[in-house]
């Protein structure tokens, strides 16, 4: 079981570097899927572990969560795209100051 | 009728001048001249006639009442009431006020008709009733009053009507101030009398513990020799109100002056009732005279000196109303003295009698003048300096005022003491009494009865015989009817006043026995009576000597003048009291004043305290606190604390970057400490 | 070293590598291919976790329609282009630290604290992880959850719709 919650960590702590380093929009939105992912794997391990079930309805309803968020943020990104002509995060600063 | 009956109706006594007071108040103006007048004569006559009726009570029930009005003060031990007291000493003023009252009210309607009509001021007819009512009212009160406040009371209304009726032409008389000023010295000498009786009044309540005469007298009584330093602490300050009030040494000084009020006020006020007042108030106090040591004793000095003082005075007086006014002062005298002997019946006789022959002579001599004035308007009204009053110009009227110098005469014979005239037998008690008790005295007041004489036979010479030293004489006439026949009812009283106690009866004396219990009754000595009577003769005859005998011409000097010599200077400055006075009192008085008023207030107070010191240490404080303490301190701490948070804000604000890696960085780091802190828990 | 422990440390270092690899990668095409290794590395082992259905479901939906709709986005505004690496070094270096400190904890964490994570997995009812018992679970306790995940996805179709929608439709 810990093996399964260390890989579950490593894989949390790389998709927050990613949305941390990288100035892409999609390749930041695919980090945060990739810490989704992270703790999917770490309620399958729980359920196993517990043999409960609940565990693995959870993970459904987070994937089912994930791909609405997915096509929200994905059409937000287009519509940012539109107004400002380019992705990168650090253009869309209006918020500063 | 019962005398309850009839006592109970006893304060309408005071309410019917008091009506008479406000009708005219109100409505005097509205109404014709007669009609103000008749209103007020008809409340006197109406007060009269309760006063009568009051005199039959006491017929059926000797001892009096006590009538109960109102509750007045009650503070702790302090009770006083509105009540009257009802005795037979009460009710012999109450005749006497209301009835010679009434007949001057009735001569006054005549007499202020013309005068008002000479001053230039028709009307003010109304005003000079009003106070002649008010004047009434507060004398009835004092008469009546059954405790040393009310009387006080009654004591003040007098002085203040005496006050405004003085001044009552306040605009005319020297240096058209004169007759205001003459009304200020009488009310201010009149207060310093007035404070004697207040401490009388202070020293009775704190030793008796009541303001009731009754209560006060029982309790002297009572004590004995205990209360004989109270009683004789409280009659010498009562003897200083009654000094004032009855213009004795030193306090006369205001009287003369106060002839120049109309000659009705002189009649009533100043003849009749208000000056008597204090030899009232005194023969009220006879319980605490007989307990008193020393007082009696400085009360008949003072009386005697004051009735020998006023008679040297009026010899040399050339005013017709000056005369009477030193002569009442000196007949005061008598019956002070009278009371300082123990004599209070012979005092009430004399005051009674004297109040009947000198409203008369007042009257007449106001008649007098008025014939005058009336022949100058018509023959010399050229003439800029016309005193009327003055004897000089007058001369001859006998027969150009018959009715009026018959009167004259039979009101100069009775001050005089010739019998059987009304002063004789009163005079003649006073100096009976004298002899007994107190030599110095009778033969002091021996001498001023001499000087009494002849200076009014003086007067008379002067007035009514010889020829007429003016044109203004000669035009004279004889005064109305109104004015007239006043003069000859009091004539009448002059006549007949002696039988109010002729000795043998003493229907008096019997009549005040009831209230002022010790008396002993006074006894008829023929040897005084028979040496005062040819005295007064003897003196009337000087006078024909030096006045009758070769008829004066105008502007001659007096004839005495040149006999007494220094003498007659002396009288003629009225013995320099006056300027005494000014020079001791009033000088000193006004340069406080004026010192006070210039150095201390204007100068000190006003320059100084105020303006340099409180309002410029005020506005430099105020400067120093809107500058300095303002500007530099508080302001500056409230724009640094602005500064503050502005630089706390931008410094702040630098976290607003507008980046998402910056913020998600920020949920990052929380992250990591959240999780530090519950590893480490 | 048991089977499953092979397979799965094999199964780790592929799913770490291809994180990491999508990180790195400037390609934004190549970073989602790698994310879908990551995909189906984790699919396989929910298998091994005896999540057969959630496995099945992960490829389906996340690798197959999820990872497609990242590409359709990512041809669609064409930015395959390499951009400039970070503006911010300071950032790039605290993000390292930050990363670093978080996995020190999760080993800590996973490790040292005391807890019973349940040791070696015991035994397990049949059909664990099928879709019947799944679908036993979803339509009796999580029915609600179940209805109101219809109405969320419902509500990002119409938002999507939204706000791609070009202005000129006016």
């Known amino acids: ?97 | ?681 | 070293m048991t089977v499953e422990l092979a397979i799965f440390l094999g199964l780790a270092v592929v799913a770490v590598g291809a994180s990491i690899a999508m990180l790195v990668s400037r390609n934004a095409v190549y970073s989602a291919l790698f994310l879908v290794i990551v995909l189906f590395a984790i699919a396989v082992l929910y298998l091994l976790l005896s999540a057969a259905f959630i496995a099945m479901v992960q490829v389906a939906v996340y690798a197959g329609a999820i990872m497609v709709l990242f590409l359709f986005v990512i041809m669609l505004l064409g930015t395959e282009n390499v951009e400039s690496e970070s503006r911010r070094p300071w950032q790039f270096a605290a993000a390292l630290v930050l990363s670093y400190v978080l996995i020190i904890q999760f080993l800590v964490v996973a490790i040292v604290l005391p807890g019973d994570f349940g040791g070696e997995f015991g035994a397990l009812v049949d059909g664990f992880g099928g879709p019947a018992s799944i679908g036993i679970l979803l339509f009796r306790e999580y029915l609600v959850p179940f209805e109101v995940t219809s109405l969320l996805l419902l509500a990002a179709m119409v938002g999507a719709i939204v706000l791609t929608r070009r202005e000129s439709s006016r």
């Open chain 2, 1 to 681: 009728m019962t005398a309850d009956t009839l006592f109970s109706l006893a304060p309408l006594v005071i309410l019917f001048p008091l009506l008479g007071f406000v009708f005219n108040l109100v409505a005097g103006r509205r109404i014709s001249e007669r009609g103000a007048g008749i209103v007020a004569s008809a409340a006197v006559g109406l007060a009269f006639v309760i006063s009568i009726l009051q005199f039959v009570a006491l017929g059926l029930d000797p001892a009096g009442a006590t009538i109960h009005i109102a509750e007045w003060i009650v503070v702790g031990e302090l009770e006083v009431d509105w009540a009257l007291q009802i005795d037979t000493l009460s009710v012999t003023m109450l005749l006497m006020v209301t009835g010679v009252g009434g007949l001057i009210h009735i001569y006054a309607i005549g007499y202020m008709h013309d005068d008002v009509r000479f001053q230039g001021d028709p009307s003010r007819f109304p005003r000079f009733f009003v106070y002649f009512s008010l004047f009434m009212t507060a004398m009835l009160i004092l008469v009546t009053g059954n405790s040393y406040l009310t009387m006080f009371v009654g004591w003040e209304g007098v002085g203040l009507s005496s006050y405004l009726l003085i001044s009552f032409w306040y605009e005319k008389g020297e240096k058209g101030i004169g007759n205001a000023l003459a009304g200020k010295k009488a009310f201010i000498v009149n207060r310093v009398g007035d404070l004697g009786f207040i401490i009388a009044m202070l020293i009775t309540f704190w030793f008796f513990g009541t303001l009731t005469f009754e209560e006060v007298f029982s309790e002297a009584e009572a004590m004995g020799a205990a209360a004989v330093t109270a009683a004789t602490a409280i009659t010498l300050f009562l003897f200083v109100g009654a000094a004032g009030k009855s213009a004795q040494i030193p306090l006369f000084v205001w009287l003369p002056d106060a002839m120049a009020g109309p000659t009705p006020v002189s009649a009533l006020i100043h003849a009749a009732t208000m000056v008597t007042a204090g030899i009232y108030m005194l023969v009220r106090n006879a319980p605490l005279l007989e307990l008193a040591t020393v007082t009696p004793n400085i009360i008949a000095i003072v009386g005697a000196a004051t009735a020998l003082l006023a008679a040297s005075i009026a010899l040399a007086r050339f005013d017709i109303k000056r005369v009477l006014a030193y002569s009442t002062i000196s007949q005061l005298g008598f019956m002070i003295a009278a009371v300082g002997i123990g004599a209070y019946v012979a005092a009430i006789f004399h005051l009674v009698a004297h109040a009947f022959f000198k409203a008369l002579l007042f009257l007449s001599a106001g008649s007098v003048i008025q014939g005058v004035e009336h022949g100058h308007h018509h023959e010399d009204s050229a003439e800029e300096d016309f005193n009327p009053n003055d004897m000089r110009v007058m001369g001859g009227l006998r027969t150009r005022m018959k009715v009026t110098f018959w009167v004259y005469l039979i009101g100069a014979l009775a001050l005089a003491g010739i019998p059987p005239l009304a002063g004789f037998f009163s005079k003649d008690e006073i100096l009976a009494d004298a002899s007994h008790v107190n030599p110095a005295v009778y033969w002091v007041l021996v001498l001023a009865a001499f000087l009494t004489a002849f200076y009014m036979g003086r007067q008379v010479l002067m007035v009514f015989f010889g020829k007429p030293r003016s044109k203004a004489a000669e035009a004279t006439k004889e005064s109305p009817a109104t004015m007239v026949a006043p003069l000859v009812a009091l004539a009448v009283l002059a006549v007949g006043g002696g039988l109010i106690n002729a000795p043998g009866l003493l229907p008096l004396t019997r009549f005040l026995q009831e209230t002022l219990a010790d008396i002993e009754e006074p006894e008829f000595i023929a040897a005084i009576a028979i040496l005062t009577t040819l005295l007064a003769l003897a003196s009337i005859g000087l006078a024909w000597l030096l006045y009758g005998r070769r008829p004066i011409k105008s502007r001659a000097p007096d004839p005495l003048q040149a006999r007494l010599g220094p003498v007659w200077i002396a009288i003629r400055h009225r013995w320099w009291v006056d300027e005494f006075y000014d020079w001791l009192i009033v000088r000193r008085y006004v340069s406080l004043a004026r010192w006070l008023a210039e150095v201390a207030d204007e100068r000190f107070l006003h320059d100084w305290v105020h303006d340099r010191v409180i309002a410029l240490s005020y506005f430099r404080a105020t400067h120093w606190l809107a500058s300095v303490l303002d500007l530099r301190f508080i302001d500056r701490g409230f724009d640094g604390l602005g500064a503050l948070t502005r630089r706390g804000a931008s410094g702040l604000a630098v976290l607003q970057t507008g980046y998402v890696r910056n913020y998600a960085a920020a949920v990052f780091i929380g992250l990591v400490l959240v999780v530090s802190y519950l590893l480490l828990s």
């Open chain 1, 1 to 97: 079981m810990i093996h399964i919650l260390i890989l579950s960590g490593v894989l949390f702590t790389l998709g927050a570097l990613g949305v941390l380093i990288r100035r892409n929009a999609i390749v930041m939105f695919m980090s945060i899927e990739l810490m989704l992912n992270a703790a999917n794997l770490a309620f399958v391990g729980f359920a196993r572990s517990m043999g409960a079930l609940s565990g693995q309805v959870f993970v459904f309803f987070v994937i089912a969560v994930a791909a609405a968020e997915v096509a929200i943020g994905l059409a937000l990104i287009v519509a940012v795209y539109r107004n400002r002509g380019s992705i990168d995060v650090d253009m869309v600063s209006d918020l500063k100051g």
